[in-house]
Structure formats: C-alpha cells, structure tokens
C-alpha cells in the first residue's frame, strides 16, 4: 500500500450484538434506512439521531440521495446503467446484504447507523477479535493455527519514528493471535523488535517442510531523511511454536523494502524495492539468504534480464513465487525501459533458477510480461488445471480498481482473460452519485460525497488470494471499504461474486490507520463510514474459515454458509 493521507476515528457494534431485523431480497427502488443500533459515545437513540441528521439536509438533496440508493436483487437486471454480471449472491436467511449498489456503502445508512453493522451475504461471521481495539491494523500473515496482524501508524508528528514515546506508548507492533479456537480467537502477544513495531505490509510467515518461519520489516525503513531508528531493519523469528515466536536476528537492508515474500522453503526471503523507484523504475527484488536464521547472508539487488542480456531495474510492489523457486511472479509499477503500462503496471514472469542453483553472479530473466495486469498485487492459481494469475493494482477514487486473472500456459505470453469488478467500479455508476451542492447549502462539505465511493480507495482492490493455487475456485478479494468479496473463478474469463463480509465501522481506536477506516461528519458526530479491509486473505481447507484482517475491526473469521459450499460442490465441513 503506498500511504495516503487522511482523518480517521470510530466504534464498533456487531452484528451479533443486536436484535437482527429480518431482511430479504429488496426490490428495485426500495431503499433500507437503518437498523435499530446504539451509539455508545451519546447514548441517544438511533431514531433521534436519525431525526436530527435528516432535518438537516435540504429537501432537494435528501430527494436527490434517495434516488441514488436504489437496490436491486443481485443476480437479477438492474435500472441503473453499469449493472456488471459479477454478482450470483443469493440472499438467504440471516443474511445482512449491502442496501446500495455492489460494494457502496450509502448516505442513508450512514446516517441511520446501519453501516455501523456488518453486511454480509453468502458468508457467516465465526468469530473476531479488535485486537485490544488498537486499529490501525493491515497486514495478516499466519503459520498453524496463529495469525499475525501488523500495524501501521498515524499520520502527523507520530510518523517521525518508529521508536517515538506516544507509538510505544499504544499498542502497535505484529499481534500474534491464538485462533485454536476459531468462534472466539485472542491475541496472545505484541512483537515489537526494530522490524516488527511498524511492519504495515512488509511482513510475511511460512509453514515450511522442517522450519516455520516469521519475517517483518520496518515498512518506512531506509528512506532518506529518517534517522538510525528508522533503518531499513528486516525481523527474523522462529515460529516453530507459533504462539511464540523467537527473534533470530535482525538484518538491515541496503534500500526501503516494501513487501517481503519468503521462499516455500523457508530458506530465502525476497524484499521489493518501491523507494525511490515508483514512476522512475528504479529498484528490483533483493534477496536474503536465512538458511541459517541467526546468521542471514545478503545476495544482491536483482533487475530483469531481458533475452537480449540487458538488466533494466524496475519497481516492484509484491512478489509470489512457484513452489519449486523457479519463477517469480512480480506486480510491477514501473522499469527504467519505460515500457510498463502507468494505470495498471505490469505482472512479470522470471526465471529464478540461477538463485535456486546456487550460480555464481545469478540473474533473474524475464520469461514474459502481462501488461495491465496489475501493479500491486499478484498470487498463483491453478484454474481446471491450467496455470493463471491473479492480479491487480490498487487505490484510485471511484471508479478504483480491481483484479484481473492472466492465463500463464504460455508464459512467454501471458494473457489477461477476465477480471472482476464491482458495481462501484463502474465508471457510469460513479458519475451518477456525483454531484454539485449548492452554495448556500451550510452542509455542502458533505454532499459532494453521499457515500464513500469518490474516496482514495475507498472501493478498490488490495491484496489478491485464492482458496487454493493449486485447485482454485474462490478468489478472496479485499476492497478496502467494500469489505472483502469471495469469487468463484472456475470459469476465469467469468469471474461472479458468490458472496461477501463488510464489517461495521469502529470509531475510536488508539491508532487511526491514516484514514482507512473512512470518517465523515454527516450527523455530527464525526460519524465513520465503514472500515477498511485490506490485508492478505487465508482460506483453511479443513474447517472451511476464511481469515483476514481490517484497520479498526480487527481480525475474523468468517465461513461459507453451508448452501453455497454445497452450490459450489465444496465438501462439507464441522
């Protein structure tokens, strides 16, 4: 995730918490104004609230706002212009569906206080933990039955360093969580070593044949500017027993990594150099050898070595690697040869296997080039037994972004097949929520905005996974403030929603999260919108869970419900 800037506070209530108000499949045009909830900062009623907030809009623009919220059952057509066929959810009982379009979260529930519950369909929540309510929570990396949630920091004076009073003072650093118990998970203990205390995404965590493996990196380290405490420092533990990891040692890379990736092994850690390449294309992939994790021995800094033996740096944002090492899979922003498409970047293919041999003066080659195929973000997927990708870039104000699936059986010519998007990634549907208030309008700072979609990436694609990169059939998208989305991938040029999980917004947490948990002062209270979901996604075969993690809501657990797992020809589980 490249930082943006924003305010962010909030509060959570559950779904489960309150009296559930049935809700059915809605009809073109019906509009669902709010669910009876509670708001622990006032104590007042929603009903007051909501009373209050809507005498507050100008007649003309409340009529304007109720137009746009139309809700159409999903799967059926739809009135308003951009309707994707993505969607094959099926409402069922217990379900909590969105009330706007695919993804948005709208004014109305905003104000009613219905965005301050999850929204789901298809998907049952398991089980959550807020992590002490610490917000600010990003990046999810897992071994055995323990998850591990990194942390991100506010903006302001608080970013200066990573070891200032008022950072250590809360509780930042990677929580390690005990999900032995999957309805009711806990975290155990707070990493905080010099890469850890501000891993944001630069962490990762392996389940290895003989080793189980932890790495975080401090994910502002090495930027010029920043002094020794910010150094580029890379943590290494042991997680054999994952409720405890071991610190090994701690390395200190030459240049800022972004995103770490360890080797199925576990024997090698990949960093990917963004600063300060970006739109320059400077950077590459280093490599770290921790065969010996007390002892780790730098490689080098790699560029892409075209067949015609020119190394070009680029800019690469995540890697994924095969499970033999043989190839590295790159979302890549940018290369000194300028050929690298600037809205979605690239998805490189690389021949590792100078590094896996253990060649003098190795190189990695570049097989081939996905171009659109995204710049942030890419994992493996093996779809009816043939090999894919699945990429995407992130961010953007409406209409955002979103994931792309590229076919890999000819690597020296990957093609993008199909991608997924939602309602809100569709440019004609962002158009018709915008609009112009009024000058004398004395609550225009919000109007321009009747819900969150015009935000920063506030319905866009992050990170990319899938149940299974063997066997795939789900994709596990995040989308930042629309919650994450499951897809049924089997039919790639066709990817179509299947279900989702949005949790509610939670104002007031100690670490902000730089605004990812959106705010806007609708009904005077500094109201949030929804939280945002951007981490890693983790499907467990056995129990069926999904895992993830969100700014402000923290870690959850969620399931299929047990008619899609059977519409889906899943097998059943406990």
Not at 291 to 306: H, I, V
Not at 397 to 418: F, S, Y
């Amino acid at each position: 995730m490249l930082r943006m800037l924003s305010e962010a506070h909030g509060n959570v209530v559950l779904a489960d918490d309150l009296p559930a108000k049935p809700v059915g499949v809605m009809k073109p045009g019906m509009v669902e104004i709010g669910a009876a909830t509670h708001d622990r900062a006032s104590r007042r009623s929603p009903t007051i609230r909501t009373t209050e907030a809507l005498s507050r809009l100008t007649a003309v623009t409340a009529t304007k706002i109720r137009r746009l919220a139309v809700v159409a059952p999903l799967g059926l057509a739809c009135l308003c212009s951009g309707w994707p066929a993505s969607s094959q959810v099926v409402i069922g009982p217990g379900d909590r569906p969105e009330t706007g379009l695919q993804g948005q979260t709208t004014i109305e529930d905003v104000v009613s206080g219905r965005s301050k519950l999850p929204y789901h369909a298809g998907v049952r929540l398991v089980g959550r933990t807020d992590i002490w309510n610490r917000g600010g929570n990003l990046q999810l990396s897992w071994v055995d039955q323990c998850a591990y949630v990194s942390t991100f920091k506010q903006t302001g004076p608080i970013t200066a360093n990573s070891r200032s009073a008022l950072f250590l003072r809360e509780p930042a650093g990677v929580a390690v969580i005990d999900v032995r118990d999957p309805r009711a998970p806990k975290p155990v203990r707070l990493l905080r070593d010099r890469g850890s205390i501000d891993a944001v995404e630069t962490m990762h965590a392996i389940a290895a044949p003989g080793r189980k493996v932890l790495v975080a990196g401090a994910y502002s380290g090495g930027i010029a500017g920043r002094g020794e405490e910010d150094a580029a420092w890379l943590s290494i533990y042991d997680a054999s027993n994952c409720l405890n990891p071991k610190l090994q040692s701690e390395f200190k890379w030459p240049a800022n990594i972004h995103n770490v990736t360890i080797s199925p092994n576990g024997r090698r850690v990949y960093g990917t150099e963004v600063v300060p390449g970006l739109g320059s294309g400077k950077g590459g992939v280093h490599v770290l050898d921790i065969s010996n994790m007390k002892r780790p021995r730098y490689l080098g800094r790699f560029g892409a070595t075209r067949p015609n033996g020119l190394t070009a740096g680029f800019t690469p944002h995540e890697v994924s690697i095969s499970r033999d090492e043989r190839r590295i899979y790159a979302a890549v922003i940018a290369s000194e040869t300028g050929d690298v498409p600037v809205e979605n970047g690239s998805v490189y293919i690389l021949d590792n296997s100078d590094i896996v041999d253990g060649r003098s003066q190795p190189k990695m080659r570049l097989v081939g080039e996905a171009k659109q195929g995204g710049w942030h973000s890419v994992v493996p997927a093996s779809i009816n037994g043939v090999p894919h990708l699945v990429g995407a870039a992130e961010i953007g104000a409406c209409p955002g972004t979103w994931p792309r699936i590229i076919n890999i059986a000819d690597e020296k010519n990957p093609k993008v097949v199909g991608e997924f998007k939602l309602q809100m990634n569709i440019k004609e549907n962002c158009d018709a929520i915008r609009f112009t208030p009024r000058k004398e309008d004395p609550y225009a700072s919000f109007i321009p905005i009747p819900d969150i979609t015009e935000r920063l990436g506030a319905v866009a694609s992050h990170y990319n996974d899938v149940d299974d990169a063997r066997n795939t059939r789900l994709g596990l998208f995040p989308f930042f403030a629309g919650g994450v989305r499951i897809v049924d991938l089997r039919d790639p040029t066709k990817p179509v929603e299947v279900g989702y999980y949005k949790p509610g917004a939670n104002p007031d947490t100690p670490l902000s999260g730089n605004g990812l948990n959106w705010t806007q002062n609708v009904t005077g209270f500094n109201d949030q919108v929804s939280d945002g979901c951007l981490s890693h996604v983790r499907y467990v075969p056995e129990s069926g869970h999904i895992w993830f993690a969100c700014v402000t809501t923290g870690f959850h657990v969620v399931e299929l419900n047990p008619d899609l797992r059977a519409r889906l020809g899943f097998p059943t589980v406990k």
